[in-house]
């Protein structure tokens, strides 16, 4: 289902036409509010237009549904365009990962965080701080960027403090029983804080919906919008890439099967 919302300004009474994507079948048509006759023929439709400002809506149904690669509907206008803006609403049901148009529209911010935590992964893995190796660092990271920065940050803290409680543990013996009883316990507060935040992470990847960070010009993980300034007659057409919810949830089962097995 599509909807056209137009802003008309005419100096003289006419007819002026709009352009509809291929087996599109015109449902609904008004001007200024007030419902309109049906003129369709082919991809073609006809709005009665007198001098003056108008407000026009358009609203058709299209034969095809949400696929992997969507793109938004072929519209002509009749006329150049100022001020326009495309919006795209997906389903709950999909994984969007990855939107194309105009400058000034959604980005999806989780690829560049998950570089950056790819890059974390391996540094603390080279520092041989935690007893993690770079392909497990990576593939925890993976799933933590499903969860809070704080979540991701404290069992980070974790797995390095017994690194070090490991790597120390000689000088540790040796201070005073008091300081020793006193790391054991921060250490055994940490470990629960740690697993609270992995069984947060698992819990969230199961059952909650994929945070892939999308923003810009007002968007979010569903709604998707972009605008441009000065459009020809046919409208601009930004696509998005997106996947089934189930997909999603396969990865995160595949990941918290590996986390509970390693």
């Known amino acids: 289902d599509a ?35 049906l003129r369709q023929e082919g991809r073609d439709v006809s709005i009665p237009i007198a001098p003056g400002a108008h407000e026009v809506v358009l609203g058709w149904r299209e034969d095809r549904g949400v696929r992997a690669l969507f793109e938004t509907s072929e519209v002509g206008l009749g006329v150049d365009a100022v001020n326009a803006t495309v919006e795209l609403t997906l389903p709950e ?18 690829w560049s965080s998950l570089f950056v935590v790819a890059g974390l992964a391996i540094l603390v893995a080279r520092t041989r701080w935690t007893p993690l190796r770079t392909g497990h ?17 404290t069992v980070v803290v974790w797995f390095v403090a017994l690194g070090l409680r490991g790597r120390y543990a000689s000088r540790l013996r040796a201070l005073k029983p008091g300081l020793f009883t006193l790391i054991q316990l921060v250490l055994g507060l940490l470990t629960v804080a740690a697993a609270a935040a992995l069984i947060h992470a698992i819990a969230n990847g ?10 810009g010009n007002g968007s ?13 007659a046919a409208l601009t057409r930004p696509w998005a890439l997106s996947l089934s919810i189930w997909w999603y949830r396969a990865v995160m089962l595949a990941w918290s099967m590996w986390l509970a097995l390693a």
């Open 93 to 110: 049901n999909r994984w969007l990962l990855y939107t194309h148009g105009p400058r000034l529209g959604p980005a999806v911010l989780f």
């Open 137 to 153: 660092g990576l593939l925890l990271g993976l799933g933590l960027t499903q969860a809070s920065f704080l979540a991701g940050a």
């Open 3 to 37: 909807t056209l919302a137009l802003a008309l300004r005419s100096s003289q009474g006419g007819q002026h036409g709009i352009t509809l994507p291929d087996a599109a079948q015109l449902t609904s048509l008004t001007v200024d509010g007030q419902p309109q006759p």
């Open 206 to 215: 199961l059952l909650g919906t994929p945070d892939m960070r999308v923003a």
């Open 220 to 232: 979010s993980g569903n709604l998707l919008r972009w605008f441009v300034d000065r459009s020809p």
